[in-house]
């Protein structure tokens, strides 16, 4: 089965990123609201609100967000095991059918245990995942059930629970999952409508997909049914020589911004892992995944990055599409013009690599 080319955009609830620094109000709704306006009109499919464990609530800022715009989906981080899966069920729901059918959820486990104890939360990493494959089940059944249950398991339980609201789409709100560890590849395959990961090499992508495509045929289910979203971060310009030029000021800016000499500790985060893997073969792989800022700031994100013009990344996309990604998350250094600027220039640019290479979504 061939998925549509699908973009994923990335909104914040105050102007920040690697070289901006966060200033002003912690909240900003009227910047949220633009933000949010920028990649509708920009043409992109749907919008990740990001989950920190200091942060707003994901999902009032995706609610705003949802306010301000007419067509654009949700992709809403959420985190298992700070609320109960009957409330999470109908706050979804609610949000579904209050936006219009445009809800997304993104089931973060939790790759960092420091991050996930300032919620208080000392689950070990594989248990994280036991407990949200518990629970995005539950979600499931209370988004279809037309009846109340009752749940008794490792981590929940609840007698009558039941969601008087259901989603406005049908069967479910489409779930994203994300994980590069071998419990979380396994949970992918069997829960999992679209499986996120950050962007790699091609051979590491193409070792990826490969693995989560064994785990839904171990699952019993279509591994052509399920779409992958990988995450990059483009530097454009109008030649690539400009482009490369823009990439070293973010790196020199980023660089003076954190501490010199500032090494950090290995991350928990196979997924980041798997990105300084990636940089420790050079600044460059392939032919544009530029690794420097993944190894700047310890790849605790989708940190690495597409150079060139928007031809030239279109390229690189659409070699990835090749191998079966079907939907593409990026943000840029500067958030909110760079939005602006891959709607004019990088979108149209892929749709028409993609068309020319004529390689459908699934293909090996």
Known sequence: MAHPLQFIGMISHRRQSEIHPPEGA????????RFAQAHEA???DRILVAWGSSSPDALLVASHAAAATTRIGFMVAHRPGFIAPTLAARQFASFDQFSGGRAGIHVISGGSDAEQRKDGDFLPHD?????SEEYLALLKRL????KPFDHAGRYYRFEGGFAEVKPLQRPHIPVFF???????IEIAGRLADVYAFWGETLDQARETIARVRASLARAGRDPAGLRFSMSFRPVLAGTEAAAWARADAIIERIRALRATGSGGRKPESIGSQRLLEAAS???VRDSRLWTEVAAAVGAGSNTTALV???EQVAESLAAYHALGVDTFLIRGFDPLEDAEEYGRSLLPAVRDAVARRGVPAAAE
């Open 143 to 146: 988004w279809t059930e037309p």
């Open 178 to 184: 994300g994980g590069s560890s071998d419990i979380a």
């Open 308 to 310: 060139g013009t928007p």
């Open 127 to 131: 248990e994280r995942y036991a407990r």
């Open 26 to 33: 912690v909240v900003d709704p009227p910047y949220i609201a």
């Open 42 to 44: 920009a043409g992109f």
């Open 281 to 283: 073969g050079g600044r």
